[in-house]
């Protein structure tokens, strides 16, 4: 079954960049999705099909796709990105969806 | 506005049963592709099944397959998730979420999610 590979903890400065990384076997030829969670919160697209954000979500957020790694990057970083970040995909073998193993942000 | 909003959790002895529901407002469920998926304490999303628009073709993960049951009431707008056969391992947080006309498409919104625990 298809793998996606996050690190599990990435920390950042206010003000700085955050760069979180979901490796896969060329994840590059798939659309990728990325989630928000916070504590108690229901997850919230914050990128999707690779580089899109949704009505809503602050241009601070993008991403990026190619070869074996797809990268969300937060700019500008504010407490209020403290959370888990999650990537997903639709693996066409399975017909199945894939998430990464999640990556919680702290803004230090 | 969109929403959804999951009930039916609850403790359960292992081997037990369980049936989720998840209420869908502003939209009409089966004009979208819907989805259940779980968070174990500690762990990653893990997608559980979901159900395509309009003919409803139901999938699941191989990890509920057989043992879980999707299912949809159109008349109440709601999705709904049999559990049998639990086991400790399907401890987790459930989320329902919508799909988009495609099935592949990303999943907007989600649920806050109702708690399941399988513990003897």
């Known amino acids: 079954s298809y793998v996606l590979t996050q690190p599990p903890s990435v920390s950042v400065a206010p003000g700085q960049t955050a760069r979180i990384t979901c490796g896969g076997n060329?994840?590059?030829?798939?659309?990728v999705h990325w989630y928000q969670q916070k504590p108690g919160q229901a997850p919230v697209v914050v990128v999707y099909d690779d580089t899109d954000r949704p009505s809503g979500i602050p241009e601070r957020f993008s991403g990026s796709n190619s070869g074996n790694t797809a990268t969300l990057t937060i700019s500008r970083v504010e407490a209020g990105d403290e959370a888990d970040y999650s990537c997903q995909v639709w693996d066409s073998s399975s017909d199945h969806f894939v998430f990464g193993t999640g990556t919680k942000v702290t803004v230090l | 506005e969109v929403q959804l909003v999951e009930s039916g959790g609850g403790l359960v002895q292992p081997g037990r049963s369980l049936r989720l529901s998840c209420a869908a407002s502003?939209?009409?469920?089966?004009?979208?592709?819907m989805h259940w998926v779980r968070q174990a304490p500690g762990k990653g999303l893990e997608w559980v099944s979901g159900m395509s628009r309009k003919s409803g073709s139901i999938d699941y993960a191989d990890s509920v397959k057989g043992r879980f049951t999707m299912s949809r009431d159109k008349a109440k707008n709601s999705l709904f998730l049999e559990m049998n056969n639990l086991r400790i391992e399907d401890t987790a947080s459930y989320h329902c979420?919508?799909?988009?006309?495609?099935?592949?498409?990303?999943?907007?919104?989600w649920g806050q999610g109702t708690q399941v625990i399988v513990s003897s």
């Open positions: 502003g939209f009409t469920i089966d004009d979208y592709a």
């Open positions: 060329n994840i590059g030829s798939r659309s």
């Open positions: 979420a919508r799909g988009g006309s495609n099935w592949h498409h990303y999943f907007d919104p």
